[in-house]
């Protein structure tokens, strides 16, 4: 079975300083793995996603994580974070020919501060 | 298109009493799922379909629930006999076929059991 791991239900950054969202994966095959975030009572939009090709990942407004094997890990960094980031964001993993059924972590809930 | 689309966007209902809830997927999409989240926690998965057919559902999906996708289009998810442990965020989201393919979400619909 897949599973993912958010360390940190609530982070707090200063406008402009990085961002730095932890995740750690479980799977017995390779897995798929995205970045989604969510505004107050708004669906989910992908922020970015691995799928083998590479390993970092560059996603939209300018975020990016990196896949590391060896650490299970798929986190979602920014350089510089904006007011606009404040959201609720969530790591998912889903199992390679599963049907793209995701399982999804407890959230972040990012808090970006002047 | 415009995205997933669901309807409505919100939803009280009285317990006992039943609830229907649609979704219009991407129209090129073949697969659609149903998610619920409850407050603070990641989605979870429900169930989805492949055009027309019901592929999986989860142990969450008790025999008061029924999900429909008649024509390979939208979707309908029934709530039969609501309880207040059903008031949630219900979403929709659908994808292309194809293992690494994200699914993209509609803006889901708010369900209170009161």
């Known amino acids: 079975a897949q599973s993912v791991t958010q360390l940190g239900s609530h982070v707090s950054v200063s406008e402009g300083a990085l961002v730095l969202l932890r995740c750690n994966y479980s799977?017995?095959?390779?897995?798929?793995l995205f970045w989604y975030v969510q505004y107050p009572n708004q669906g989910l939009q992908l922020l970015l996603k691995?799928?083998?090709?590479?390993?970092l990942v560059k996603g939209i407004n300018g975020f990016e994580a990196e896949f590391k094997k060896s650490e299970t890990s798929f986190h979602l960094t920014k350089p510089s974070a904006h007011m606009s980031d404040a959201a609720e964001y969530f790591c998912?993993?889903?199992?390679?020919?599963?049907?793209?059924?995701?399982?999804f972590g407890t959230g972040t809930q990012l808090k970006v501060e002047l | 298109d415009t995205g997933v689309s669901q309807d409505p966007r919100h939803k009280i209902t009285k317990r006992g009493q039943n609830v229907t809830f649609r979704c219009d997927p991407i129209?090129?999409?073949?697969?659609l799922y149903w998610y619920r989240q409850t407050l603070g926690q990641g989605p979870e998965f429900l169930t989805y379909?492949?055009?027309?057919?019901?592929?999986?559902k989860s142990r969450l999906l008790s025999d008061r629930f029924s999900a429909e996708r008649p024509k390979g289009s939208f979707s309908t998810l029934e709530i039969q006999r609501t309880e207040q442990g059903d008031s949630a965020m219900y979403l929709c989201?659908?994808?292309?076929?194809?293992?690494?393919?994200?699914?993209?979400f509609g803006q889901g619909t708010r369900l209170t059991v009161v």
């Open positions: 989201a659908s994808s292309a076929a194809g293992s690494s393919t994200e699914a993209f």
């Open positions: 799977s017995s095959v390779p897995p798929y």
């Open positions: 691995y799928t083998s090709a590479a390993t």
């Open positions: 998912a993993v889903a199992k390679t020919g599963g049907g793209n059924k995701l399982t």
């Open positions: 129209s090129e999409h073949n697969r």
């Open positions: 379909f492949q055009n027309e057919a019901q592929l999986e």
